[in-house]
């Protein structure tokens, strides 16, 4: 059975910079793509990007190109998503799943989530 | 980019009633790939449905997804305590783009 572990709540201000963990276990980590879906407060589910750990091929939303950096370390079957200047707006819950091309293009499973707060 | 509009935003419902949710889309979602999750408060979404109509694994047989093309709805029976959640659709016809809806709250009456 795969499971997404994330790491833990983060409490950041703003311009400090944050990478959030999503780790892998139960299956093959280089045979899936990870997702990234952002859920601000109260608000619905969006998209951010999917990484391809076997070569770290990467595919962006275009809201969130350049927004964020999205990446993955095979070694240790985790899936990172990184801010280099957090901003008051970025703060949500992050949720990582589990995604693949055409057929299997749905989120399955997800992650705990991570709750990432941004405030002076 | 396809975009998924849900309705209606809200359901009142009893336990025990029938729950009928509509997402509809602004083009014809390819293959009709398109899922449905379920997120109850303070949890992360579950997969409900995918490819309009199969059920996840695990999945209570009370959940049915139909629709085709731009209209897809799914259809709770016999709604159960924890069946009040939201409810979000999502297609992955285009896989440049993907996409949710805005949810459907289904709430106890």
């Known amino acids: 059975e795969v499971q997404l572990v994330q790491s833990g709540a983060e409490v950041k201000k703003p311009g400090e910079s944050l990478k959030i963990s999503c780790k892998e276990s139960g299956y093959s980590f280089t045979t899936s793509w990870i997702a990234w879906v952002r859920q601000l407060p109260g608000k619905g589910l969006e998209w951010m990007g999917i990484?391809?750990?076997?070569?770290?091929?990467?595919r962006y939303s275009p809201s969130f190109q350049g927004q964020v950096t999205i990446s993955a370390d095979k070694s240790i079957n985790t899936a990172y998503l990184q801010w280099n200047s957090l901003k008051a707006s970025d703060t949500a819950m992050y949720y990582c799943a589990t995604w693949g091309f055409g057929e299997l293009g749905y989120f399955d499973p997800w992650g705990q989530g991570t709750l990432v707060t941004v405030s002076s | 980019e396809i975009v998924l509009t849900q309705s209606p935003g809200t359901l009142s419902l009893s336990p025990g009633e029938r729950a009928t949710l509509s997402c509809r889309a602004s083009q014809s979602v390819s293959n009709n790939y398109l899922a449905w999750y379920q997120q109850r408060p303070g949890q992360a979404p579950r997969l409900l449905i995918y490819?309009?109509?199969s059920r996840a694994t695990g999945i209570s047989d009370r959940f049915s997804g139909t629709g085709s093309g731009t209209d897809f709805t799914l259809t709770i029976n016999r709604l159960e305590p924890e069946d009040f959640a939201v409810y979000y659709c999502q297609q992955y016809g285009t896989s440049r783009r993907l996409t949710f809806g805005g949810g459907t709250k289904v709430e106890i009456k």
């Open positions: 990484i391809y750990p076997a070569d770290s091929e990467t």
């Open positions: 490819s309009a109509s």
